[in-house]
């Protein structure tokens, strides 16, 4: 029986490797290398195809990472996200809903339009806004938006409807082609132009109000406008239903001043917008009165035109 420094001399000595030549230990080298990257790479893939929910559901804001399930096929629908997580969404087979592929939030398709609120089909919160917005919600408000009530803010310095179309095209030229959204869209003035002129290959027509986008979708039916390059939507200004970077414009005509929140709702634009994205908007500046009334030239010696970026 060999002694305890013995043995543990011996298998010191079994653990020591022979010594290699220079050229062989790098090839064993590199071999082993890959055989790392390999793994390193198989274990990546199975990360990305097993993730599950509870980890995604995590995930920032911010973030825009591969849906769990196969995502809407390529069209109008498949630029939309959930309002909560901003993953995209998923459509029903016969298209009577919309559900977030991680969250599991479902979107109903209100036959005039996809409501893509962050409070739909909840009873437990409430969607009141500030009396500027609320105002556009009613009935009476939205019908005689485009009979009249839009037509009238050239007395607060706007060029007139095709003044004002003309203007937001040339800033938006570089995204000629793109998506873009018609955001705090009413009945739909711009958006159906925006339509029509096949500048765009989609064009969404969204709006808090619902009965505006009724509104619009009435327009739509009564100027016989194909809704291949269309869709309406309902959403939150502040909390806009787009996988970041997905848009290549956002219009908003005569709009800011009603917003709850423009610094959020800019934010959330930039947010939306891909690298290069162009967002035109106009809106009321310098009135004393509640800013969604058109306010008479007298008096206002220094801003005869609205602020157009």
Aim: aromatic content about 8%; glycine content about 6%; overall charge neutral.
């Amino acid at each position: 029986m060999a002694a305890p420094g013995t043995a543990t001399t011996s298998a010191a000595a079994a653990s020591v490797a022979p010594r290699r030549p220079l050229g062989v230990l790098r090839s064993h080298l590199r071999r082993r290398v890959a055989a790392r990257r390999g793994r390193a790479g198989s274990l990546r893939w199975l990360l990305r195809a097993g993730v599950s929910p509870a980890v995604t559901a995590g995930a920032p804001e911010e973030a825009v990472a591969e849906p769990l399930v196969e995502a809407v096929p390529e069209s109008k629908l498949s630029k939309l996200a959930c309002p909560i997580c901003y993953y995209p969404l998923v459509s029903s087979s016969d298209q009577s809903a919309l559900e977030c592929s991680t969250c599991k939030k479902v979107y109903p398709n209100k036959q005039d339009y996809w409501d893509l609120t962050v409070a739909v089909g909840s009873t437990e919160y409430s969607e009141s806004m500030p009396a500027a917005t609320e105002m556009f919600r009613t009935p009476l408000v939205s019908f005689l938006y485009e009979r009249g009530w839009r037509q009238n803010f050239i007395w607060g310095g706007f060029p007139g409807l095709e003044g004002e179309f003309e203007m937001a095209k040339t800033y938006l030229e570089p995204t000629i082609r793109g998506t873009i959204v018609d955001a705090s869209c009413g009945s739909g003035l711009f958006s159906r132009l925006f339509v029509k002129s096949e500048l765009y290959s989609l064009v969404v027509a969204l709006d808090f109000s619902e009965n505006m986008l009724k509104q619009c979708n009435e327009f739509v039916k009564q100027e016989n406008i194909s809704t291949e390059r269309l869709a309406l939507v309902r959403a939150d200004i502040s909390r806009l239903p787009f996988v970041s970077g997905s848009i290549d414009a956002v219009h908003a005509g005569a709009a800011i001043h009603c917003w709850p929140s423009p610094a959020c709702a800019v934010a959330e634009i930039s947010r939306v917008l891909r690298p290069g994205g162009v967002f035109v908007a106009s809106t009321f500046v310098l009135d004393v009165l509640p800013p969604a009334i058109p306010i008479l030239r007298i008096g206002r010696p220094v801003v005869h035109a609205p602020d157009l970026h």
